[in-house]
């Protein structure tokens, strides 16, 4: 159990609340699956991220890690995610079960409509991390930016080029041209879709995705690049640490953005 999590969410929710956020965590424990963990990440930009009766774009909603958090502070989310995905479509089950206003749309977000000046808050949690290209991150990206109110705020984590799995991937496609897929992207197995998968896997330079999301009138608040010893797990971060504290530690070049639009 995380106790870290279930000790916040005991000052944050109410009994119901805490009893689905404990349920999730378990389930995820006993599945395997981290995903329902939550994401202390956000917990500690509550105070942008969290407005009274605002809006939340979830790009790539999975299980709603990121999205539970909003709802159950009573703001109003609207979820994209891939056709049949079955975390996603547990998450739609809990929110109906529990009333919560999560509404999710089973679509390729590179084909939905996300709108123009419309979200409080757009969240990117782990998604450019299925692209092939750079090209196509950033292009969802400049259509999240524009989804965004004035005022709004912007959340994204994705894998950076730091990362100690980027480099073995280099060096494993200098002998083996099938691994890489473009110049920052390779072949590795994910189990996103409820089973594992070979996925493209994206790696993109700190330093571009900041000045992307500069380049649209984006102020940064927060941005984390630096490398981090002992994180294992690029997309989990310290919780990843609490699920499997015996493995050795690793670089992990994950990059944290939160960014305003002004
Ligand atoms: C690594 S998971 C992260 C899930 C969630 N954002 C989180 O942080 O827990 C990436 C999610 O994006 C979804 N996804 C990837 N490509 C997508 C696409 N083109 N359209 C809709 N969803 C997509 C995957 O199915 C998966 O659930």
Not at 181 to 197: K, N, T
Not at 229 to 250: F, R, T, V
Request: hydrophobic letters at 40%.
């Amino acid at each position: 159990m995380n106790e870290k999590l279930i000790l916040l969410s005991k000052g944050k929710l109410n009994k119901v609340s805490r009893q689905l956020f404990e349920g999730m965590i378990h389930n995820g424990q006993e599945k395997g699956w981290p995903f329902f963990v939550g994401d202390p990440e956000i917990w500690k930009f509550s105070d942008s991220l969290l407005q009274r009766e605002g809006t939340v774009l979830d790009l790539g909603i999975g299980a709603g890690r990121a999205s539970m958090f909003f709802a159950l502070h009573g703001m109003q989310v609207r979820g994209i995610e891939r056709v049949g995905n079955p975390y996603a479509q547990h998450l739609t089950k809990i929110a109906k079960a529990y009333r919560l206003a999560i509404s999710v749309d089973f679509t390729d977000f590179n084909e939905a409509d996300f709108g123009s000046n419309r979200y409080d808050v757009v969240m990117m949690g782990q998604l450019f991390v299925h692209f092939a290209e750079k090209q196509e991150a950033f292009a969802v990206l400049d259509r999240a930016i524009d989804a965004t109110k004035r005022g709004g705020y912007l959340w994204l984590r994705t894998s950076g080029q730091e990362d100690d799995n980027f480099k073995s991937f280099k060096e494993a496609a200098s002998f083996d041209p099938e691994v890489q897929i473009s110049e920052e992207a390779y072949w590795d197995w994910c189990g996103c879709s409820g089973q594992p998968e070979l996925e493209p896997h994206l790696y993109l330079k700190p330093t571009e995705l900041l000045a992307q999301v500069l380049s649209k009138g984006m102020r940064v608040a927060h941005s984390e690049v630096m490398p981090k010893i002992g994180l294992k797990n690029i997309m989990y971060g310290e919780d990843d640490l609490a699920i499997h504290p015996m493995e050795p530690a690793q670089k992990s070049g994950m990059i944290t953005v939160l960014a305003q639009k002004a």
